[in-house]
């Protein structure tokens, strides 16, 4: 009979959890690999980095010997307490074939005395008759098979990997800001920069300000808007000054000449 194997199944999402946190506190967890694996099936590793699984589906960074290098969540598994280097290789290769076989039942002299007859090609082969011991394992064989005909089947193993879902996209945050007298916009999606900062119109400010409904916002901007229109007129003021200034040493020199 052959001896039975444990199929081992990929890392799952609580595998990958404990496996960050491991290594945000700085340890390299360890991970065997799995038969997907291919030649490597049961040898040890140590996980140095999580990659982004958005970009390849090799996103687990190993370990192995003095390479570096990424597999898939399915070609690893948190190996059992206690598992050896050595004891995980052989975990990862097939058992050998062990077979139980009859001992051969002497013939009575009296038969091998005998001449045989030769069977012809329709005619099935004599079979030895059987010993005592053979009989007796003949009986135990068909008691055991009758206890287990009442026993439920096994349950058939599940499968190791199991569907990815799909990604949802990374956050969108579109800013609107005031500093130095200037409006800006950005945005961002997730870590990656969509649009810098850059300078639109008041007017424009005040329309993207005028479509939230919240009146702590419109009371600031309110005020941003009546303090710039202020110093707005203080400046033009100024220059009307001026400009009055200017037109009259120029009345005077036209009249002069």
């Known amino acids: 009979m052959a001896a039975a194997r444990t199929a081992v ?62 597999f898939s969540p399915t070609d690893l598994a948190i190996p059992p307490r206690g598992t050896s280097t050595r004891r995980a290789a052989a975990a990862g290769k097939e058992q050998p074939e062990l077979k139980l076989t009859e001992p051969p039942v002497p013939m009575p002299r009296e038969e091998q005395q005998m001449p045989t007859k030769s069977a012809s090609p329709a005619s099935p082969a004599a079979k030895p008759a059987d010993s005592p011991d053979t009989a007796a394992k003949a009986a135990a ?24 879902k799909p990604k949802a996209p990374a956050g969108l945050t579109v800013t609107l800001a005031y500093a130095d007298g200037e409006w800006t916009v950005a945005a961002h999606q997730g870590s990656k920069t969509v649009a810098k900062p850059y300078v639109i119109r008041p007017a424009d ?30 400046q033009a003021e100024k220059l009307r000054a001026e400009l009055a200034e200017v037109e009259a040493r120029l009345a005077e020199l036209r009249e002069a000449a």
């Open 205 to 234: 400010a005040l329309k993207m300000v005028g479509l939230l409904d919240v009146a702590a916002v419109h009371e600031a901007v309110e005020q941003i808007v009546a303090a710039e229109r202020a110093e707005a007129e203080q």
């Open 9 to 70: 199944r990929g890392l799952s999402t609580e595998d990958l959890q404990a496996i960050r946190d491991g290594l945000s506190a700085g340890r390299k967890p360890r991970v065997m690999f799995t038969e997907s694996a291919g030649q490597i099936a049961g040898q040890l590793g140590q996980v140095v980095e999580l990659t982004d699984p958005a970009l390849s589906d090799e996103w687990v960074v190993v370990r192995f010997g003095k390479d570096e290098l990424p």
């Open 141 to 164: 064989k068909s008691e055991a098979g009758k206890s287990d005909a009442g026993k439920p089947a096994a349950p058939a193993p599940r499968k190791a990997g199991r569907a990815a």
